[in-house]
C-alpha cells in the first residue's frame, strides 16, 4: 500500500523579493526555492498547496517535490534549457503536473466567479473530483485562512522583513567568511 507522503513546508514572504519555500519530507530530505512574488496576493506555489491537498492530488507539483525533485535546480536547467520540454526532469508524464497547473491557476479569488462556475472549469480540466461546489467552497476557505486579515497585514509585513535582517546579515556578511567549504552529507 502506497503510505500518503507527508511534507512540511513553509513559504517566506519578502516585500519586494521573491517568495522563498522550504520544504522537509518525511525522508528527512530538504529543498528550498524562490519564486517570483505576485504583490499582495498568494503566493502561487502557496495556491498549488492547498488545492492539491484539499483535492487528495498526488501526481501535481508538490506531490513531486515529496517524492524526491529539487524544484531549484529543475528551475535553473529549465531556464538554460527553454523551449516545450524544459520541465522534463519533472518526469516523463507531466500530465499530473500540468493539471495542477491549470487547477491553481482557476479564479479562486474573483469574487465574481460562483463555486459552480469554478467546480465546471475544473471538471473541464477533467479534474472530477474538484467539480463539487463544495468542495470548491473548502478550498476558498481555505486559501482565505492561509492570508492575515486586512488590519494585521502592516504588522505581517513589518515582521517578515525584521525576521528577513537576521538572514541577511547572515548570508552576506557571516557565512561568506565563516562558511568557507562546501560540505555534503
Known amino acids: ?23 522537509l519530507r518525511s525522508d528527512g530530505g530538504e529543498t528550498a526555492w524562490s519564486f517570483a512574488s505576485y504583490g499582495h496576493g498568494l503566493p502561487h506555489d502557496l495556491v498549488h498547496l492547498v488545492v492539491e491537498s484539499a483535492l487528495g492530488f498526488r501526481d501535481g507539483f508538490f506531490g513531486r517535490v515529496a517524492r524526491g525533485h529539487d524544484v531549484a535546480r529543475i528551475n535553473a536547467d529549465a531556464d538554460r534549457r527553454g523551449g516545450k520540454d524544459k520541465y522534463r526532469a519533472f518526469g516523463d508524464d507531466l500530465s499530473g ?6 487547477l491553481a491557476n482557476l479564479p479562486w479569488w474573483n469574487p465574481d466567479t460562483t463555486a459552480d462556475e469554478l467546480a465546471a472549469a475544473a471538471a473541464g480540466l477533467g479534474a472530477q473530483d474538484a467539480a463539487d461546489p463544495a468542495r470548491i467552497n473548502s478550498i476558498r476557505g ?6 492575515p486579515a486586512a488590519r494585521y497585514l502592516t504588522g505581517f509585513y513589518l515582521r517578515i522583513s525584521l525576521g528577513g535582517v537576521p538572514g541577511g546579515i547572515f548570508t552576506g556578511l557571516i557565512a561568506p567568511v565563516s562558511c568557507w567549504r562546501i560540505c555534503s552529507a
Not at 2 to 23: I, Q
Not at 97 to 102: K, N, S, V
Not at 142 to 147: D, N, V
Open 1 to 23: 500500500m502506497d503510505r500518503p507522503r507527508v511534507l512540511v513546508v513553509s513559504c517566506v514572504r519578502t516585500r519586494g523579493g521573491r517568495d522563498r519555500f522550504y520544504c
Open 97 to 102: 503536473l500540468l493539471l495542477a497547473e491549470e
Open 142 to 147: 481555505e486559501l482565505a485562512r492561509t492570508r
